[in-house]
Structures are given as C-alpha cells and as structure tokens.
C-alpha cells in the first residue's frame, strides 16, 4: 500500500494553490484592460473605417470604401510625403548627432555627468513645450532671424515656418533637438559595453582611433543601432503633439502628418470612417517597424 503522505502524493494545501495563483490574480485586471481599452479598440476602429460613419459612429458597412477615398484625397498622399521626409531626416540625424555625442563622451571628458545631463534634458519635455518653444525661436518677428537682423545682418532670413516649402524641416529641427539626447545615451550605454580588450588589440594593430570606432565599435553596437532606428520610427509615425504646437499642420496643411489627417478628418471634420482607415494604415506602418524587431528579438535569445 502506498504512502499517501510521501511528497510524490502530497495534496496541494490553500496557500501552496494561492501562492501559484496570486501572480495572474494581480495581473488579471491589467491584462483584462489591456485587452478592451488597446486591442479592442483597434478592433473597433477597424469595424469603423469599413463604414459609411460620419460624425458618429455608424455601421453601414461599405467595405474598403473608406480606403479608396483615402487613396484618392490629396492632402493624405501630402501628409504620406512629409512622413516620409521628416522620419528620414529624423532618424538619420538623430543617429549621426547621437553617435557623435556619445564617441566625445566617450573619452572621458571632464564634467561628463554634467553635459550628459545637458543632452539629455531636452527629451525631459513634451514635444508640445518643444513644439512651443520652437514656435518662438522661428518666428520671423521674434526668434532667431529678428536677432541676427538685430545685429546688423539685415539680409538675413529664417522664416521656414512660414514657407510651405521649408515649414516640415522646422519639425526635423525641433524633434531632433528633442530625440538627439536620448539616442547618445542609447550609443553611451553600448560603447560602456564594449569589452576595452578589442580597442586595445586594434590600437596594437595601427589601427587610427576614426578607423577602430569605423570598422571595430560600430559594427558592434548594430543591435544599439537597430533599436534606435525602431524607437525613433515609432515616434515619428506617431507625432502629433509637435506638429500641432509647432506649426498647425499649416501653412495651408503642408506639415500634415498622417496623425493630424486622422485627428482633423475624425474629429473635426466628422468623417470618422476616413479617420478610422488613416488610423489603420497608420498602425500598419507601426506593425512594420515593430514586427522585425521583435522578430530580432526572439531570434537572438532563441540563439542565444
């Protein structure tokens, strides 16, 4: 006859059971809201974006509808254009600037704690005080070109922000003044990670100290490089807050973004149906950027 109170048979007591549950009990609410008030939104505005909705919500379905009046409205193929324009010029300075900064922090420099601090500052704010500030140092009237004029240089102009031409470069410039900071202390962090023993090894070699960063350090800091590149691509498909304090969308709408079409469209214009499918393209291009990494992700713990 077996004995019932050997380990192997030993009846699960209440706080055994409690203690293998209370972890999903604590995080069953959070997950439960995750669910309805994220993924089943996105849901929702799925369902949306395949109806006639107007300025409430309405399901007279239509199919891609929706889809085919966004393709066929210019001012989304402009705002499509300008993403394209600012997240490139975003994400390619932002990387340059924030590798430059963490190389020269990188040797060692005194008050290193204090100009790390410096960069860093900017990325403390909201873009809406960014966009703000920003507004007032490119006013023609009050910023940067009525202070040169100021000096003398009455020749002088720097009034992008009213030039529909130059106006979303004013945003690259903002944002970058923003982001910049956080991408050096995403290179610092790498940099501090590389083991010194192949700096040295290359510096035995000959190796000049721009070709060691080239062709040693950078290649490997390509996963720091790669998650910056997903982190500030996420932000610029994103922005909106900065466009809105910045420059309105204006002039005209020629700093539109794909979030001001859908903000303008869904809220102010009441055509919720058109909003919902810029929201979902939008999403789509935020699935683009996230899947690889996350495919990267798993792949290198699974090798690992």
């Known amino acids: 006859m077996s004995d019932t109170t050997s380990p192997v048979f030993r009846r699960p007591t209440a706080s ?3 203690q293998a549950w209370l972890p999903r009990l604590v995080l069953a609410p959070s997950v439960a809201i995750i669910l309805f008030f994220v993924y089943g939104f996105m849901l929702w505005t799925f369902v949306l974006s395949l109806t006639s909705s107007r300025m409430l919500p309405s399901y007279d379905f239509v199919g891609f509808g929706q889809y085919a009046r966004l393709m066929a409205n210019d001012r989304w193929w402009v705002a499509s254009t300008n ?11 932002c990387l340059v600037l924030g590798a430059v900064l963490a190389i020269l ?8 704690g204090a100009l790390r601090t410096i960069y860093l500052y900017p990325m ?3 873009f809406i005080v960014t966009g703000v500030v920003w507004k007032w140092l490119l006013n023609p009237q009050l910023g940067i070109q009525a202070m ?9 102009r720097f009034d992008w922000i009213v030039d529909p031409n130059m106006a979303i470069y004013t945003l690259v410039i903002a944002a970058v003044w923003q982001a910049s900071g956080f991408v050096m202390a995403l290179f610092l962090a ?8 192949i700096i040295k090894a290359a510096q035995l070699d000959g190796a000049s100290l721009a070709r060691i960063y080239w062709r040693v350090v950078m290649p490997c800091l390509r996963p720091v490089v790669f998650s910056a590149v997903m982190i500030l691509s996420h932000i610029a498909i994103k922005s909106f807050d900065l466009v ?14 794909p979030a ?24 789509g291009g935020v699935l683009a950027i996230l899947i690889p990494y996350l495919y990267s992700e798993l792949r290198s713990r699974k090798h690992g």
């Open 16 to 18: 055994g059971w409690l």
């Open 83 to 93: 993403l394209m324009i600012f997240g490139a010029l975003f994400v390619l300075i």
């Open 105 to 112: 922090l990188d040797q060692k420099i005194r008050q290193e």
């Open 124 to 126: 403390a704010l909201s």
């Open 148 to 156: 040169v004029r100021s000096w003398g240089f009455e020749s002088f």
């Open 190 to 197: 790498g940099l501090r990670g590389i083991d010194d023993s």
């Open 244 to 257: 809105v304090a910045l420059t309105g969308g204006g002039p005209g709408y020629a700093t539109d973004l």
């Open 260 to 283: 001001t079409f859908m903000y303008t469209h869904a809220f102010n214009r009441a055509q919720i149906g058109l909003g919902s499918a810029s929201a979902m393209l939008m999403l």
